[in-house]
């Protein structure tokens, strides 16, 4: 099913998203202060994809695309956008690109995609529960 005019709309708060990911990764790194610990920024990749997982399976679903088909078609969007995101970062002062970055940005758009796509299918699965119910308990 192919977006219509009316389906569109959700689409914006991932673009959005998209756009403040992007801006994020891009800003130049600032010397001073304490060190970060090792590898606190791969935490920090993997709590900013998750929400754009989240966003894009609800994206999906109220777009009427299938659950399948919004897992396959994230997961080589976000392979594609993480490993160009991380590219593009070699050419920002103080920043280096990482393949590990790149990994821990997919793994987060994965769980959270997962945790909607579990969202989604539990509060199908207790309408169709409710509607059983309620035609088994008709008078």
Same mark, same amino acid.
Do not use: C, E, Q, W
């Given at each position: 099913?192919?977006?219509?005019?009316?389906?569109i709309s959700p689409w914006r708060s991932v673009a959005l998203y998209t756009v403040l990911i992007i801006i994020g990764t891009h800003l130049p790194y600032m010397q001073g202060g304490p060190p970060?610990?090792?590898?606190a920024d791969k935490i920090i990749h993997f709590i900013g994809y998750a929400p754009l997982g @989240?966003? *894009?399976?609800?994206?999906?679903k109220i777009s009427g695309y299938?659950?399948?088909?919004?897992?396959?078609?994230g997961m080589? @969007?976000? *392979?594609l956008f993480a490993s160009l995101d991380e590219y593009t970062q070699g050419f920002v002062p103080g920043r280096n690109p990482s393949v590990l970055d790149a990994l821990a940005d997919i793994t987060g758009f994965a769980i959270g995609l997962f945790v909607m796509a579990?969202?989604?299918?539990?509060?199908?699965?207790?309408?169709a529960d409710n509607s059983d119910t309620e035609i088994h308990n008709a008078p």
């Open positions: 099913m192919m977006p219509g005019p009316r389906n970060p610990p090792v590898n @989240a966003l *894009v399976f609800r994206a999906g299938r659950p399948l088909a919004i897992t396959l078609l080589v @969007a976000v *392979v579990m969202k989604y299918t539990l509060r199908g699965s207790k309408t």
